[in-house]
């Protein structure tokens, strides 16, 4: 029979996700005040060291008695019930499962008092009754009583298992193996791109989807990325840290702020008690990219329901190299056969990275109080090959040419005979803590105030190159500068229910101001990373070939203050209607203020079934990097095979400005969903959304402009570093105008079979497709077709675990639509379509006993491959470096889990 009211949620506390008092304690300490039964009855359960399930859509309104005292923990649990609808319906010493009494059916509903809303440490959710939309949800909602069930908007939610199910110990790679329209550009090869990788929500930019931590705004990267993307660098954040991650798929402007056009990614930091470590080896099937991981994490009980957790983790992975030797090398070779010319020459593949993560999380209650604060810190570093210098006076004249009125005698080849590999190096550092405090008054109002500091810093080095123009007098080895992203910011937020007669349940009034500081600092590398030297006036290529560093005259700091406040409501209109109606206003002090606002519906229409529907306007901000950073680089243009040098100059460059550029103005965008979900009592559950986003003024790259001599010169005066090689420059502008469609799809099905065992299937589909509909680029076939099918259409996951103690076996299927890739040639793109490719996992998990696991399994069990990059293939590169998914084969792994 299909269920009135919704499956158990588990509410316990948190000493019993893992680490409970002995089931034999029969007694404990309680220390309870009379409170609503959403917030006493985790608490009851952490003090009794016992696990509670409860039906949490029903405990609106519920008041449970005040304990104090040590107590039989039998007798405690019916003193505190006494007086309520609620009774047990079963007691095994380890799990006890409350229901509503019945009532006649004469019976009248009393009116339900507002609730308070338990704390993130005092709820923890366990699948009772297959119902897997019964997870409590805390993002896109400051009602704290939503479910995935009863929200408005689509939220995924996603346990600790579910990202720690694959090979990678890295957020942004977990993601893209659980969520369709989770995209993850690899980009090996390629300037700071490929240390710090974009990632895409429903194809979209990366700075286009909000990243939270515990509900607190996490910082952007340093980095800016394709088209100037500068959005949050998921791979800092420490997996083993991490409790689970909610999902929202909408726009979300109008609630949290800029950047949340795409949709919302919550990390909840575990917090647990106990002790948990891993350790993980893996490999791919080539022999290549070993990787050994491994984490520490500690947990234990402050005061009366709080928390201290601290969590370790560190990775070393060694590079892969999916390539063949460049066509211009061979020749080379082949005209030179006393030269011994590495084959290759360069590596196409994964960086050699190692990193460490740290992570703590507490809270203190004090009183009626609660204090909190969370830090992540990762430090790390990548080394990567980029382009092969010919050594060829001929074709790489700026490099390899002579200029003996200036350096008499002086032959580069003395020095690199067989060409040089330059390699790039980056060692980061990142860092976010947050703190506050929060607390209720009553029944009715919650508050909480709280600050947070962000930092992100990225130090580039190249190794193994030359500044030509210095000669014999230049190093070889560079440090280039650094970025930084800083970021600060102060926030209140209040959230009152409203008794209103007329409605079923209070109105939820939520509100709150925020004041946010970004701060962009560019420092300067070695001098002779970027000097012009003496051979600069023969035609040798000044500063560090392949990746010249940032000048003193480019060094600085950029600021950006924004004030906001918000309003948002959720009420239920009947007991089958609920409405929501939020808006906000931001300042910011780079470009003006922008008001938003979003509207969402939800009608069941049986206790089952319900749609959903939203409507919202969104925009993301100009930051300050974007406003006033330059940049340089080089690329290999796969027809002539000659390097190509681009400048990126700020849109307030006095060249950009005399060449047509204007200031950069806010992306905005409107957002429209229409939905359903249902449930069953038969373990089968999902929900289908249609969604549409158009987004104008869409940041981009302006057309390349190639520059005179006299435009060089101008540059070269600004202290531009490398501008008397540039070939061309472009900037940053809000160029052209997008409509994206697309369709989520989530089905669940649990079920237990024969006596003990569990089967769990999971299917998510996405298709999502991008048109220009406006601007400039409109008429532009390389940026069109970029956007168009720059990323896959449609993208599939499904995975079938079995449990059956003591072992747990998994398969997982993941399919990736056809995409369009481009070489990027200065004398003019060449396109290639990549057809669909499907991935299989496999896993096998032994329990040895209830602290300790092992799992054997493989990611890409088939080795399957993409189609080849054919027109990339003269640069060595056998898989394209766009591509959306790993192309570097079968990887197998090992993993012990344990429990102390």
């Not at 791979?235 to 726009?251: K, N, S, T």
Request: aromatic share 10%.
């Amino acid at each position: 029979m299909i269920k009135k009211y919704g499956s158990f949620i588990a509410l316990c506390g948190t000493a019993l996700m893992g680490w409970a008092v002995p089931a034999w304690a029969q007694s404990a300490h309680f220390d309870l005040a009379a409170q609503p039964a959403v917030r006493s009855i985790p608490l009851f359960a952490q003090q009794a060291g016992i696990q509670i399930l409860a039906p949490t859509d029903q405990l609106d309104g519920i008041v449970t008695a005040a304990l104090a005292g040590d107590l039989d923990r039998h007798q405690a649990l019916l003193r505190l019930l006494k007086g309520t609808p609620l009774v047990v319906a079963s007691d095994d010493g380890h799990t006890v499962v409350l229901k509503l009494a019945p009532t006649p059916a004469a019976a009248t509903t009393p009116v339900r008092k507002a609730q308070t809303a338990p704390s993130a440490a005092g709820v923890q959710v366990a699948y009772a009754d297959n119902d897997a939309l019964s997870e409590m949800i805390v993002t896109g909602t400051r009602d704290r009583g939503r479910t995935q069930f009863t929200t408005m908007t689509p939220v995924d939610v996603l346990s600790a298992k579910d990202l720690q199910d694959g090979a990678s110990n890295q957020l942004l790679e977990n993601l893209t193996q659980v969520i369709p329209g989770f995209n993850v550009q690899k980009l090996p090869s390629s300037d700071g791109g490929q240390f710090i990788r974009p990632a895409h929500l429903r194809g979209l930019s990366p700075d286009q989807t909000l990243v939270l931590i515990n509900g607190k705004r996490f910082h952007r990267t340093a980095y800016l990325g394709q088209r100037g993307a500068q959005g949050a660098d998921l791979a800092q954040i420490p997996d083993f840290a991490i409790g689970r991650v909610e999902v929202l798929r909408d726009g979300a402007s109008a609630q949290y702020g800029s950047d949340a056009i795409a949709g919302v990614i919550n990390i909840q930091l575990d917090d647990r008690p106990g002790v948990y470590g891993y350790m993980q080896g893996s490999q791919y099937y080539a022999g290549d990219g070993t990787t050994w991981n491994g984490g520490l994490r500690a947990g234990t009980e402050l005061g009366d329901g709080g928390h201290l957790v601290a969590t370790a983790e560190w990775s070393d992975g060694t590079l892969t190299s999916r390539t063949h030797q460049r066509t211009d090398a061979a020749a080379f070779q082949a005209a030179n056969p006393s030269l011994s010319i590495a084959n290759p020459v360069q590596r196409w593949g994964r960086p050699d990275e190692t990193s460490y993560h740290y992570a703590v999380d507490g809270l203190l209650p004090v009183g009626a109080v609660e204090l909190y604060g969370f830090m992540t810190i990762a430090t790390g570093d990548g080394l990567n090959d980029i382009n092969w210098r010919l050594p060829s006076a001929t074709s790489n004249s700026s490099v390899y040419g002579l200029a003996p009125k200036v350096f008499p005698g002086w032959d580069l080849k003395s020095l690199y005979p067989n060409g040089f590999t330059p390699h790039e190096g980056i060692k980061y550092t990142d860092y976010q803590a947050a703190w506050g405090a929060r607390g209720h008054v009553g029944d009715n109002f919650d508050w909480d105030a709280s600050g947070s500091y962000g930092e992100n810093e990225s130090r580039f080095f190249l190794y193994n190159s030359i500044n030509a123009s210095l000669g014999p007098n230049s190093p070889t080895n560079f440090y280039l500068g650094t970025q930084r992203q800083d970021e600060f910011n102060l926030n209140l937020d209040g959230v009152y229910r409203l008794d209103v007669g007329a409605l079923p349940e209070p109105l939820n009034i939520a509100f709150g101001a925020e004041r946010r500081l970004e701060m962009y600092t560019v420092e300067a590398g070695d001098k002779a990373s970027y000097e012009v030297g003496p051979g600069a006036a023969y035609g040798l290529a000044s500063g560090a070939n392949g990746f010249p560093g940032f000048s003193d005259q480019q060094a600085g700091s950029w600021y950006q203050t924004s004030y906001a406040g918000y309003l948002d409501l959720e009420a239920k209109l009947t007991p089958d209607w609920t409405v929501g109606a939020a808006g906000r206003y931001e300042t910011y002090s780079g470009f003006g203020d922008k008001m938003t606002y979003k509207g969402s519906t939800r009608y069941e229409i049986t206790p089952d079934l319900a749609l959903r529907a939203s409507y919202s306007t969104g925009f993301h901000a100009p930051t300050p990097g974007q406003l006033n950073s330059l940049s340089t680089s080089q690329g290999l243009d796969t027809t002539t095979l000659q390097l190509f040098t681009s400048g990126r100059l700020s849109p307030e460059n006095p060249l950009a400005v005399a060449l047509g550029a204007k200031p950069l103005r806010p992306e905005t965008s409107k957002n429209y969903s229409v939905g359903g979900v249902w449930r069953t009592d038969i373990g089968l559950s999902g929900s289908v959304d249609a969604y549409q986003i158009d987004i104008a003024n869409r940041f981009s790259s302006s057309s390349t402009i190639t520059l005179t001599a006299a435009q060089k010169a101008l540059l070269v005066v600004q202290g531009v570093a490398g501008a008397n090689n540039y070939t061309s420059v472009y900037w940053y502008t809000n160029d052209f105008d997008t409509r994206t469609r697309g369709l989520d799809v989530v089905v669940d099905y649990t079920r237990p079979v024969f006596e003990s065992d569990r089967v769990d299937l999971k299917l998510a589909y996405n298709h999502n497709l991008t048109e220009v509909t406006g601007g400039s680029l409109s008429a532009s076939a390389t940026q069109k077709i970029l956007y168009e099918k720059g990323l896959p259409k449609n993208n599939v996951t499904g995975s079938v675990t079995y449990v059956s103690d003591p072992f747990e076996y998994q398969v997982r299927a993941r399919y990736y639509g056809g995409w369009t890739d481009s070489t990027g040639n200065s004398t003019g793109d060449i396109f290639q379509t990549f057809g669909g490719i499907t991935f299989y996992d496999v896993s096998v998990t032994y329990h040895i006993n209830e602290n300790l696991s092992v799992r054997v399994a493989g990611e890409n069990v088939f080795d399957t491959y993409p189609a080849k990059a054919i027109y990339q293939a003269s640069r060595g590169i056998e898989y394209s470096r766009n591509a959306p998914y790993d192309t570097y084969g079968g990887r197998y792994y090992v993993r012990f889990n344990a429990a102390f």
